[in-house]
């Protein structure tokens, strides 16, 4: 009798497990999006004269949210083996899937790395020699925030991000075919390391990309904020992913709602914690009131941006607090698909807050570019995910914890 053949390993349900022909069109829908919305894009940035500031703002905002899809899947999926959970089992191939995205945000990112590299100056303030040749505070940081180091980070994250991906993927992969239950227990001995790595380079790639967008200030806290949208993020999109899946047939046995339930819970206690990270940063810096600390909100208190931060707080989480508190939403999959919806939009209005007062202090702007970068990154980065995840299944089918996974009932 084979591994395969072995009446104890777990036996996945009737399901359709495999995207076939519709992995091709979605593949090509992605590139044909990117490549033409990105090139436009490209062409209008230089049309406007402003040295190509308006578009490496928008390209970093569609960046940054799109790279904290993968980063939140991956976050998903090294937990899951790290406290060797049951109830994702079987929604983990599908954020394993999502972190397939790291090799096109990898060359998506070269667009930022390499104009710094050739000295660039529309993006970064950093970037400007006479003004840090000026500036103390920009002197005495010139020896981190250059251009050289700043590529060699991003080069170490990606390599770590990649590395950590593949290494994971490949051995649920291997499972499906051999059923060893070794593979989990090397992958859950792995985890540990995998998460300290994460963090670091997670928290690490929010400073570099989006704080140092301001070079004056500074938040220890900073990249946990980041984080905590990635952590949302992920819930959001295996929601989403798991209803449209089901929707076409595929997975309708294998995700229930009671996993539904668990992905609500954990969307919301996330917008919890997002709530709590954002209002410590900001009530220590208010506390103090040091003017090197408050450079950073000080254009979203006093300016037309303070209406996009009033937002966020009703938005980001007021509204989902109370809406997805209930149970029978979070049980519904319909509603929470439109939540997930909704709180992907508002994330992304968080890090629009983030990135563009950099580029408009005094206004709030909002500028076709911006979608069009958002559209083009995201479908480069569905290309990308649907490329390096290969006809692979859609469903861990040889984990040892998919039956307990399968019958799992929220207590």
Not at 367 to 396: R, S, T, W, Y
Request: glycine content about 6%; hydrophobic content about 55%; proline content about 5%.
């Amino acid at each position: 009798m084979t591994s395969n053949d072995s009446p104890l390993a777990p036996k996945a349900p009737p399901d359709k497990l495999l995207l076939g022909p519709a992995a091709a069109r979605l593949k090509g829908l992605g590139l044909t999006a990117g490549v033409v919305c990105l090139v436009i894009a490209i062409v209008w940035g230089v049309a406007l004269g402003d040295d190509m500031r308006r578009f490496f703002h928008s390209y970093l905002f569609a960046f940054t949210y799109f790279l904290s899809f993968a980063l939140g899947a991956l976050f998903y999926v090294i937990i899951h083996h790290l406290v060797g959970a049951t109830w994702s089992v079987t929604s983990r191939r599908l954020a394993e899937i999502v972190t397939g995205a790291f090799p096109a945000l990898f060359v998506i990112m070269l667009g930022l790395a390499v104009p710094l590299l050739l000295g660039s100056k529309s993006l970064y303030l950093w970037m400007d020699h006479d003004v840090v040749a000026s500036d103390h505070i920009l002197h005495a940081k010139a020896g981190y925030l250059n251009a050289p180091f700043f590529a060699i980070r991003m080069l170490i994250y990606f390599a770590v991000w990649i590395g950590l991906s593949r290494y994971f993927m490949k051995g649920s992969v291997d499972q499906d075919q051999s059923g060893d239950p070794a593979i989990s227990q090397r992958l859950r001995a792995r985890s540990g390391p995998a998460t300290i790595a994460y963090a670091l380079t997670t928290a690490w790639a929010g400073f570099d990309l989006l704080m140092s967008l301001y070079p004056h200030w500074f938040s220890t806290i900073f990249g946990v904020y980041y984080f905590a949208g990635c952590a949302i993020s992920v819930y959001c999109i295996l929601a989403l992913m798991s209803f449209a899946l089901q929707r076409s047939g595929r997975l309708v046995s294998a995700i229930s709602v009671e996993h539904y339930h668990d992905m609500g819970k954990m969307a919301n206690a996330f917008t919890l914690f997002w709530a709590y990270i954002g209002f410590s940063q900001f009530m220590l810096i208010w506390a103090a009131n040091i003017p090197e600390e408050s450079t950073f909100f000080r254009p979203r208190m006093f300016t037309e941006w303070k209406w996009m931060s009033l937002a966020l707080i009703l938005l980001h989480f007021v509204v989902p607090f109370v809406g997805m508190m209930s149970r029978h939403v979070k049980r519904n999959p319909p509603f929470l698909a439109a939540w997930a919806v909704y709180m992907l939009m508002v994330h992304a209005l968080d890090l629009f807050w983030i990135v563009m007062p950099a580029y408009s202090p005094d206004k709030m702007v909002v500028h076709p570019m911006d979608f069009l970068c958002l559209v083009g990154v995201g479908g480069l980065c569905l290309f990308g995910a649907l490329a390096a995840a290969g006809n692979v299944k859609l469903l861990a089918v040889r984990d040892p914890r998919l039956e307990a996974s399968l019958r799992f009932v929220n207590q």
